[in-house]
């Protein structure tokens, strides 16, 4: 696959994962710690993320649907 190509489907990707949780860019970028200039770039297709950022954003969010789904309560630590 080609790098555009793979640049649309990173950035498809990415906006799909925000809009499944319903969040604006600036909310998204707040909840994965991520500045929200960053995510804008990434967005816009300025900048190309590493493959393993979205695959760990990709994971945390599967991750924390999981938990809230099943009601799974973590200890914090302090």
Do not use: C, H
């Amino acid at each position: 696959m080609e790098k555009s190509a793979q640049l649309e489907q990173q950035i498809k990707r990415l906006k799909q994962i925000r809009e499944d949780l319903g969040m604006n860019r600036t909310e998204f970028s707040q909840y994965m710690g991520i500045p929200l200039r960053t995510l804008e770039e990434w967005e816009a297709g300025r900048r190309r993320m590493p493959d393993y950022v979205l695959r760990l954003i990709d994971y945390y969010t599967k991750m924390e649907r999981i938990i809230k789904e099943k009601a799974i309560k973590l200890e914090e630590s302090e």
